[in-house]
């Protein structure tokens, strides 16, 4: 099984350029999250998903938008890039199992705007 | 908002050593994850608790839930190199909402050979 694929692995970007970061899992998942991570600070979560069709905010959104049309797929958005999104982005997803719901991550992108 | 304290932040030690990690919260978590990460690389799932005063143990990691669901500890027996990397403990929300998980700052874990 591929588990949660995410596109690109690298990319750079432009101050005020736009893009998709691509992520795909194959696990039937209902729940699904986008996460970012800076050097000392954790991961943040930037929005989630219980459905398809249904998203939410996390705790740091501003700057970012997601779609959920399918169980499979969950895209994130950035519209006008800035050097503070400069950073390690983690798609994830999760099932309700035994013992909670325990995440799988895919292996990230990482961004760097200049 | 909930928050994970990790300590330590960074450890370095040698072969065949014995460590313990620790993961601290004012607030009851409705489970408790342990994650490991390699550089370049997402978080892999290593181990879920959920019952207070759980223990659960993986080959030499022994991971603990406090009774009180607050804290738990990740203690590893005779480290090896492969065992370097992030670690992060995750709480799972106590509300509606315990598919969604809050990370600690993680311990970054260097095992010298």
């Known amino acids: 099984n591929a588990g949660v694929t995410q596109t690109p692995k690298f990319r750079i970007l432009k101050i005020g350029q736009s893009m998709t970061l691509q992520c795909t899992q194959d696990?039937?998942?209902?729940?699904m999250y986008w996460y970012r991570q800076d050097p000392g600070m954790g991961l943040k979560l930037i929005y989630y998903?219980?459905?398809?069709?249904?998203?939410d905010k996390g705790e740091v959104p501003n700057g970012y938008n997601v779609s959920r049309s399918t169980t499979e797929d969950f895209p994130l958005r950035l519209e006008l890039a800035a050097p503070s999104q400069t950073s390690v982005y983690f798609c994830?997803?999760?099932?309700?199992?035994?013992?909670?719901?325990?995440?799988?991550f895919g292996s990230g992108t990482r961004l760097t705007v200049v | 908002t909930q928050l994970l304290e990790q300590s330590p932040q960074f450890l370095s030690i040698q072969e065949g050593e014995n460590l313990t990690v620790y993961c601290n919260s004012s607030?009851?978590?409705?489970?408790l994850q342990w994650y490991r990460q390699e550089p370049g690389e997402g978080p892999v799932l290593l181990v879920t608790?959920?019952?207070?005063?759980e223990v659960k143990k993986l080959k030499r990691l022994t991971f603990q839930f406090g009774d009180a669901r607050k804290d738990s500890s990740l203690h590893i027996t005779a480290a090896q190199p492969g065992d370097t990397g992030l670690y992060l403990c995750?709480?799972?929300?106590?509300?509606?909402?315990?598919?969604?998980?809050?990370f600690g700052k993680g311990t970054l874990l260097t095992v010298n050979p």
């Open positions: 994830a997803s999760s099932s309700l199992g035994q013992g909670g719901y325990g995440y799988t």
């Open positions: 696990m039937n998942h209902n729940y």
């Open positions: 998903s219980v459905g398809a069709g249904i998203t």
């Open positions: 607030s009851v978590f409705s489970s």
């Open positions: 608790v959920v019952t207070g005063g």
């Open positions: 995750a709480g799972g929300d106590s509300g509606g909402s315990n598919y969604k998980l809050t």
